[in-house]
């Protein structure tokens, strides 16, 4: 229906509607693609509408062309005067050489576009951007050698969001930020077990420590893949490991085992994640009380080699109940928090 209410507009209103509506819809799907990471789909959608603008703009050159063009001047043509009344002949005389012709000037036939031309110019011209943006997808990052790990998502944050009092009273605390970037490493799927999959959702919040009245802070990272969901935290309290240790043993510590991370003191235990389900008026589901989640093995590491109090924790988890080995959490870790920096975001 709007196809046919656009091609009732005259020439000089359709098509200068239709190349303003392709450049600004090209120019933002491209933007998006470009600026904002949402794959090669929409880079090559906003090259379309581009490419079909640029045509519209050769079909209105032509057009103003062509208008401009002198009409070609018509031929004369010459009467015979009228005939003189007829009198005697006159007494014959030396003929009349013909006056010269000259001969009639023939412009050359303007070339015309040629239509299949144009077509196969716009698929090829379609085909060119596709190659090219399916060639830089499949591109390792950082010009590393492709390992067969997938490029990480990027981390989600929220940068407006003003930092807890916790982390100004905690100069040496690092933020969500600083752990997603640690943990969304591209060698990530590999560690786990997993190296075909690719990360689909990673992020970065600045929480504090759950019952402390937010004077404690405990930064933390998520990063999900299709199989497990890894989560990195930093908790700046004074327990140490060695009495979270202690503490395990008053509950359920049949799978908790010490060990030794990158020459700290380390605590490996097992525990059910907590699983609540919303009703938000969609009636596919209903609200109901907190139940088990799957099993979730964590990795506790303190921050130095003379637990001082404090520690990271590692965290591993699958929808479906599996886990992987307990040395693949350690090899993450030993591949994580060497790199944990902080970054410089403001904590006034």
Not at 28 to 49: E, N, Q
């Amino acid at each position: 229906m709007l196809g046919f209410l656009v091609r009732l507009l005259p020439f000089w209103v359709r098509e200068p509607l239709i190349i303003l509506v392709g450049t600004v819809f090209g120019v933002r799907i491209l933007y998006m693609a470009l600026v904002d990471g949402d794959g090669w789909v929409p880079a090559v959608i906003g090259a379309v509408f581009l490419l079909g603008a640029a045509l519209r703009v050769r079909v209105v050159v032509h057009a103003l062309r062509a208008r401009r063009r002198p009409a070609p001047e018509a031929d004369e043509v010459t009467e015979p005067a009228p005939s003189a009344p007829a009198s005697p002949a006159p007494a014959p005389s030396a003929p009349v050489a013909p006056a010269p012709v000259a001969p009639a000037v023939r412009r050359p036939a303007e070339k015309k576009p040629n239509a299949f031309a144009q077509a196969f110019f716009a698929i090829g011209l379609f085909a060119v951007i596709g190659g090219a943006l399916w060639i830089e997808g499949k591109l390792p990052e950082d010009g590393t050698a492709a390992t067969g790990a997938s490029r990480p998502a990027a981390c989600r944050l929220d940068e407006d969001e003003k930092l807890p009092g916790a982390y100004r009273s905690t100069p040496e605390a690092v933020t969500g930020a600083d752990l997603c970037r640690a943990l969304n490493r591209p060698e990530l799927p590999e560690l786990l077990g997993t190296p075909t999959e690719r990360s689909v959702y990673a992020s970065g919040t600045d929480n504090t420590a759950p019952l402390t009245d937010r004077k404690v802070a405990q930064p933390e990272a998520r990063v999900e893949f299709e199989t497990y969901t890894v989560e990195l935290s930093a908790t700046y309290n004074q327990l140490t490991v060695a009495q979270y240790a202690k503490l395990t043993r008053y509950g359920d510590g049949r799978d908790a085992r010490n060990l030794t991370v990158l020459g700290r003191p380390a605590l490996l235990t097992s525990d059910h994640m907590m699983k609540i389900q919303f009703d938000l008026g969609s009636g596919e589901g209903a609200s109901g009380p907190v139940e088990q989640g799957p099993l979730a093995r964590t990795l506790t590491v303190a921050f130095d080699g003379k637990d001082r109090g404090g520690s990271y924790d590692l965290t591993v988890w699958s929808e479906s109940g599996l886990l992987p080995e307990d040395s693949a959490l350690v090899d993450i870790a030993e591949a994580v928090l060497p790199g944990i920096t902080r970054g410089t975001r403001d904590q006034d």
